[in-house]
């Protein structure tokens, strides 16, 4: 069940992400053009060649926009992978793989044949510029350049963020993912794994007493003693 609800996680980040991708081409945009009215109403001669513009204000404000996205995926990456577990991460990868694909081939294809529409239109056909069909062009292609442009190629890095993340952060999943605190609880024992050993085991079985006992962690000698001593029993 982890699996398939990490798929559905994976499946439905792709649209969240698409988006926030396509908010923040928006945010963006609007911050760059107030930005570059401030410059011409502060900065004088730059229409006459007098004075250089900021260049370096309007690609940091790109930049942060950029950077500010990357954060709910790779978020979100981690605190799924820490609710269902490793299984729940794989299906996640998997989501995110195959419907990503699929949202970037559509999104580059949709977003240029907006765009080409519109082309077709300013070159003479079906009425021209200024006609009804060149004006609905435009209004599709505010949302072709966000496609093919930002949304589309962009999917493409959230499928790496999600790898790079899970991996990175892979031992704190396994350390402290929910499933394994339930393991715990309902005294399973893995074959490979003594819950023991990991840190939330150690954590409950300080306060396994009521708080009112202290143990220190096992070391893996004692764990090994432990259980010599009851195959000899």
């Known amino acids: 069940p982890t699996v398939l609800v990490g798929m559905f996680i ?17 945010k963006a945009a609007q911050s ?26 309007c690609v940091s404000l790109c930049t942060q ?15 799924a992978g ?3 577990g490793p299984t729940g ?3 996640l990868l998997g989501g995110v793989s195959v419907t990503g694909f699929a949202m970037a ?6 977003g240029g044949a907006w765009d080409n529409a519109k082309k077709y239109i300013e070159a003479g056909h079906h009425g021209g510029k ?43 999943v396994l350390a402290f993912h929910l499933m394994n ?12 794994i003594h819950p023991d050993t990991t840190v939330p085991g150690w954590f409950f079985a300080l306060f396994q007493d009521g708080g009112n006992t202290l143990k220190p962690p096992p070391t893996p000698g004692s764990l090994v003693q432990k259980e010599l001593s009851a195959q000899a029993d």
């Not at 605190?181 to 490979?192: A, D, E, I, K, M």
């Open 10 to 26: 994976g499946a439905m980040l792709t649209f969240v992400f698409s988006a926030f991708t396509m908010s923040a081409v928006q």
């Open 32 to 57: 760059i053009v107030m930005e570059v009215r401030r410059q011409f109403r502060e900065i004088k001669g730059i229409m006459e060649y007098e004075a250089d513009p900021d260049y370096a204000a």
């Open 65 to 79: 926009g950029a950077l500010h996205e990357m954060v709910v995926p790779a978020l979100l990456a981690i605190i």
């Open 82 to 84: 820490l609710i269902i």
């Open 89 to 91: 991460v794989v299906g």
């Open 105 to 110: 081939v559509f999104m580059s294809n949709a």
């Open 130 to 172: 200024g006609s009804d069909c060149h004006k609905a062009a435009v209004v599709g292609d505010t949302v072709g350049d966000p496609f093919k442009d930002t949304s589309g190629p962009s999917l493409n890095i959230l499928i790496k963020l999600c790898s790079t993340v899970s991996i990175v952060f892979s031992g704190l």
């Open 181 to 192: 605190l339930n393991r715990y609880n309902s005294g399973f024992v893995q074959p490979s």
